[in-house]
């Protein structure tokens, strides 16, 4: 019986990940008006969870394969919680953040289910059910936008949603306690300070992104947590020369592939949560007040604006994954970038009906589900097999650095030159950041054709593609009979 819970289990907790991960996105605002605090300040509440994801996920990971996954996604859940039951009851802003921050460890669920399949299922069974899982991400997103539009219609109180997120978290602890107990499947120990140094790091470059309208971009406090983040960068690299079990090799951040492959996903998730806050921030503008938007209530945010884009990942991650078998994964990289150029670009220049801002917002959303399929494909052909588990983490952290940068651009561009006497940024500004998200898709293409090695297409099956998909999502090593087959 255990072990027929593994696939439904691991089902739930990846859903739990993407629903915690949207369920805030479009209350953004009203967390700032509840709060009395700043856009710049309310933000944080997406961008301290991004932050902490990029360090905590391939902790977690390693943490599964050396005391258990079961015991491990039991402790995440139950710091999951925590932070859910303090989210709900709190008002302060530190508290909301701590409570954000605890969040974040749910990201790690992801690839700990991801591992309790492959150590409960067959061979037979394990692509199928991996499809699956993957495809809760697609779904628990758009159920997370979906709730919080219905429980935030005629003026629902945001705290519903983290009670909600206590509720959902203590349904995953009793449904992981049933799984089957497993010995540890690795030694060593846990690059907990690498993953600190690599923490502040992160906090130092994202800081100054995030306050600069208020701190005044050419301030000491800018300057000074920009060139901060350069020296702790430095002092990561060296230090994970030094351990013989680094968070990251520094192999992954100098190898060219490795690099351009990292570069592709800090675009992508840029691009997810750019085209995520910007349209959510737009639409609920009151077209009365400042001449632009739709006044929109968050229940239209969320469920006719965002959530088609999200939930057409069901059927776009697929759709990537035979684009990779077919033409291989540079060419379905520079595909993706041709997409995102032309949403963002369709966004800058088409948002006055409803349907463009859809229609765009879809477009981004498709190129993001094409791209994340192709870069483990890419990532395995230029790794050795031993490799693939820290070449995949690694890409996981860009793209969760990328999500935050993207939020970071999106409120500094949206709380900075306001309509006089309006606290409402310029049409202008919005049409700046689709202008942005398009030159950067441009030139992720660009750099993507011309500084790739070149390589032929690989002949992998459609089913081949989906479990490299899953297991790069998920931050894990590919198997290796996979990766020898696309070096081939």
Known sequence: MPKRLALPVASYAVLLVSALQTLVVPVVSNIQADLGVSATSASWVVTANLLAAAVFTPMLGRLGDLYGRRPVMLGVLMVVLAGSILAATTSSLPLLLVARVAQATSFG?????????????????????????????????????????????????????????????????????????????????????????????????????????????????????????????????????????????????????????????????????AVFLAVSYLVQTPAGVAGYGFGSTVLAASVVYLLPGTAGGVVTAPLGGRLVGRFGAKATLV?????????????????????????????????????????????????SPAETGIANSVNSIARSVGMSIGTAFVVTMLTRNLIPGVPLPHESQYVWIFVVGAALAAAAGILVALALPRSRPVALSVREVEEEEVFGAAGLAVPAELVRKSAT
Do not use: C
């Not at 990251?248 to 840029?270: D, E």
């Not at 006055?352 to 994340?372: L, S």
């Open 335 to 383: 595909i993706a970038a041709a997409l995102a150029l032309a949403g963002f670009a369709m966004l800058a220049v088409l948002h006055d009906d409803t349907w463009e801002i859809i229609v765009g917002a879809a477009i981004v959303n498709t190129a993001v589900m094409f791209g994340y399929a192709a870069l483990p494909a890419l990532l395995i052909q230029h790794v």
């Open 109 to 273: 669920l992801f690839p700990l289910s991801i591992g309790v399949l492959r150590e409960e299922l067959p061979p037979a069974k394990l692509t199928g059910a991996m499809a699956i899982v993957s495809g809760m991400l697609a779904v628990g997103a758009g159920l997370g936008l979906t709730v919080t539009g219905l429980l935030m219609q005629n003026g629902g109180d945001y705290h519903q949603l983290f009670w909600l997120a206590t509720a959902l978290s203590a349904v995953g602890i009793a449904g992981v306690f049933l799984l089957p107990r497993r010995e540890p499947v690795a030694t060593g120990r846990l690059d907990g300070a690498g993953a600190a140094v690599l923490g502040l790091a992160l906090v130092l470059l994202i800081l100054p992104l995030e306050e600069g309208n208020d701190w005044g971009w050419g301030s000491a406090r800018v300057i000074g947590s920009l060139a901060a983040a350069v020296v702790v960068f430095a002092i990561f690299v060296l230090f994970e020369r030094r351990i013989s079990h680094p968070l990251v090799t520094t192999r992954m951040l100098t190898h060219r592939p490795i690099v351009i492959a990292n570069a592709a996903g800090l675009f992508l998730g840029f691009s997810m949560f």
